[in-house]
């Protein structure tokens, strides 16, 4: 297949979210899907192949209560022995009352094994914050041999303000630290819409950490921004975080690229880092952009510049750089 037309353009139509892992020679895929009612995974030997991989929905979504409606941004990690997904959710009865919930697959093989609920997410036991209001897109990632648990909390009255929050994990489904704040919408590129900072995913060169995240509204102002720091420090200290002042990745008018975000990391066949993001094709969107069906996933090359920071350009293509 022409590369030209893998990298930068949409690669699986009217998913939102998407999450790309490797285990054991199989890429899987999951992400949010339009009807936002259930859970769903691809597999396949190849990053490409996941295009046209058959899709199984490993979970559906209740019909009243917990876990009932806006199941959305799933994420699949093998961690602590064996395979979790992390997924937020609301409920019928209230339907913004989204919090973190957890799937367990009863097998070591997530495609073909059953999947039973672990109940939501439990906060630490000394934290009175954690999972108390609208909380979403969780992530995790290890460091020094801790695993580290970010995720996505509203807090304030009136205006609701979307903050991103860290804590070590004690197991799959609770974390063993009170929750520390690593970043909230301090910019004006983060406040369009609504004051968001969410959806992060973390990548790794050397001894380097970068964290992205998206922020604003889900139409054309939403946009990545990023976090870093440096492996073996201690990484519940926001001190030790550096933000970057502006997006790294935005809406390009000139390509017709619109709302980039929610993006997650992949290493392609090659060694290669990929970025798996979200984003539009179309500048008006009809209706509210969050029912809108038309954010679907993409794939760029990261480049890594001479002091290995990632560079994210949509004119990313065949030059992987170093």
């Not at 899709?55 to 022995?81: C, D, N, T, Y």
């Not at 303000?161 to 004006?188: C, F, G, H, R, W």
Request: charged letters at 25%; aromatic letters at 14%; hydrophobic letters at 35%.
């Amino acid at each position: 297949m022409d590369n030209t037309l893998r990298y930068n353009t949409p690669w699986i139509l009217q998913r939102a979210d998407p999450f790309v892992t490797f285990h054991d020679g199989y890429y899987y895929f999951t992400a949010s899907v339009p009807a936002y009612d259930s859970i769903v995974l691809r597999r396949s030997r190849t990053l490409e192949g996941l295009r046209d991989a058959e899709e199984k929905v490993l979970w559906k979504k209740h019909e009243s209560g917990p876990m009932s409606e806006h199941i959305w941004a799933p994420e699949m990690h093998f961690l602590f022995g064996g395979w979790y997904i992390y997924f937020a959710g609301g409920m019928k009865e209230n339907v913004w009352e989204i919090r973190p919930y957890v799937l367990r697959c009863s097998g070591g093989d997530p495609y073909e094994d059953p999947w039973e609920e672990a109940g939501p997410m439990q906060c630490a036991d000394a934290d009175e914050f954690s999972f108390r209001a609208f909380s979403l897109d969780a992530t995790t990632f290890e460091d020094g041999g801790e695993r580290y648990f970010v995720w996505a909390e509203k807090v304030g009255v009136g205006k609701q303000i979307s903050n991103l929050y860290i804590a070590k994990m004690e197991s799959a489904t609770k974390l063993s630290t009170v929750q520390v704040l690593l970043t909230t919408p301090d910019y004006d590129w983060e406040r369009v819409g609504f004051w968001v900072n969410e959806g992060p995913s973390v990548i790794k060169r050397g001894e380097h950490i970068y964290l992205t995240y998206s922020a604003s509204e889900t139409g054309a102002a939403y946009c990545v921004g990023m976090l870093s720091t440096e492996s073996g420090k201690d990484l519940l200290d926001p001190l030790n975080w550096k933000k970057e002042r502006y997006p790294v990745l935005k809406t390009d008018d000139t390509k017709g690229l619109y709302g980039p975000g929610h993006n997650s990391f992949v290493k392609d066949e090659a060694g290669r880092d990929i970025m798996v993001y979200h984003c539009r094709t179309e500048e008006k969107i009809e209706g509210n952009p969050l029912y809108n069906p038309n954010r679907h996933a993409f794939l760029m090359p990261v480049k890594w510049d001479g002091a290995d920071r990632p560079v994210f350009s949509y004119d990313n293509r065949n030059s992987f750089g170093k």
